[in-house]
């Protein structure tokens, strides 16, 4: 498993595009950051204001596009080049090699939030006073947002491991994750449910990552997170179990 964990790092390291992917990332959300004027306060040197809020409202939009990129060569990539049959021929499970490929795509996620880190102590040291940020809050933030690409993460496996092609994998991806991100949430709007709409809003990602977000680490939104991520990997191993049938 540690060994195909490792193919992963090396294979998205190895091309361009995982380079691209991290520095679309943060090039996108610097220049929002400090540079583009806004009028909604997503400016941090305009705005004055010692948060990093503007962060992680940007930051679930740019998830939707860079993980399912991130992840469409998980399993496609696999499929297309007939090595999936190879790995499955090693003494490892099918849910061992979705781990492997899982946890490799979350350390990925992992490496491309660490530099944001930069934002913040930039806006600690700039306060006036110094450290005037909430702290607790922007944690709780960066949980969420981790916890968020996690989610994004296992629905890109997922979608991965439905084709043999990058290209629909990466559409299937972002099509699922914005369905699971916003969906619920409009459809909750549309007062269709009566009474259940509130159900029917928590059953989408966007409520408990505003909750999160909020500095409000609730254990039945880190359960939701945890449920949603073990679903999207238990859809993958059923997918991976097909080929035995």
Not at 132 to 156: E, P, R
């Amino acid at each position: 498993m540690y060994a195909l964990f490792n193919k992963e790092i090396k294979s998205f390291f190895g091309s361009l595009i995982g380079y691209v992917i991290i520095c679309v990332f943060l090039v996108v959300t610097g220049i929002f950051l400090w540079v583009i004027p806004s009028s909604d306060n997503a400016n941090i040197l305009e705005s004055g204001l010692a948060t990093l809020e503007p962060l992680f409202v940007m930051a679930p939009w740019l998830y939707l596009l860079l993980i399912p990129a991130m992840t469409m060569r998980s399993m496609a990539d696999e499929k297309m080049l007939g090595t999936l049959e190879l790995i499955v021929t090693k003494p490892i499970t099918d849910l061992q090699i979705i781990l492997a490929k899982y946890f490799a795509n979350l350390t990925i996620l992992l490496l491309t939030l660490l530099p944001t880190l930069v934002y913040f102590f930039t806006i600690y040291f700039l306060g006036a006073p110094q450290g005037n940020i909430d702290t607790g809050a922007t944690l709780g933030s960066y949980i969420g947002l981790f916890l968020l690409g996690a989610i994004f993460i296992a629905i890109g496996i997922f979608s991965s491991s439905i084709t043999k092609s990058q290209i629909i994998a990466l559409i299937i991806a972002i099509l699922l994750s914005v369905f699971c991100y916003i969906g619920f949430e409009y459809f909750s709007q549309m007062n269709l449910f009566g009474k259940y709409d509130l159900l029917v809003d928590q059953l989408g990602i966007s409520h408990h990552y505003y909750s999160i977000s909020q500095g409000q680490i609730d254990s039945r939104d880190v359960l939701y997170y945890f449920s949603a991520i073990v679903f999207f990997i238990l859809l993958t191993r059923l997918v991976l179990s097909t080929r035995k049938w």
